[in-house]
Nanobody, 125 residues
Framework: QVQVVESGGGLVQAGGSLRLSCAASGRPGTKMPMGWFRQAPGKVREFVAHIDWSGGQTYYADAVKGRFTISRDTAPNTVHLQLNSLRPEDTAIYYC??????????????????WGQGTQVTVFS
């Protein structure tokens, strides 16, 4: 069983920044690909960013490219999502997800095996 815990959400004015963190545990010695998704009220969950097990490859949704940065920490299976130039439309619950089995090819939610509880990001204008 893998546990996934997010932190770092909050309330920020448009144009501001936040840093989200995610720590996954339960598979010592294994580096897992990890991703971030978000879900706004009344909308479906959407992909935000992905990082491979080594941290060498990242992928972003067009809506956040150039504003958000995903990175791996030196701590095992810990990743960060730096959110810059935030907009009101970025308001959502942000979820961290982990790939344990299989491979990610389309960055759809069903390719990720374990999920955190989510952390709220609210951007006001």
């Amino acid at each position: 069983q893998v546990q996934v815990v997010e932190s770092g959400g909050g309330l920020v004015q448009a144009g501001g920044s936040l840093r989200l963190s995610c720590a996954a545990s339960g598979r010592p010695g294994t580096k897992m690909p990890m991703g971030w998704f978000r879900q706004a009220p009344g909308k479906v969950r959407e992909f935000v960013a992905h990082i491979d097990w080594s941290g060498g490859q990242t992928y972003y949704a067009d809506a956040v490219k150039g504003r958000f940065t995903i990175s791996r920490d030196t701590a095992p299976n810990t990743v960060h999502l730096q959110l810059n130039s935030l907009r009101p439309e970025d308001t959502a619950i942000y979820y961290c997800a982990v790939v344990v089995w299989g491979r990610v090819s389309t960055y759809s939610a069903n390719e990720y095996d374990y999920w955190g509880q989510g952390t709220q990001v609210t951007v006001f204008s």
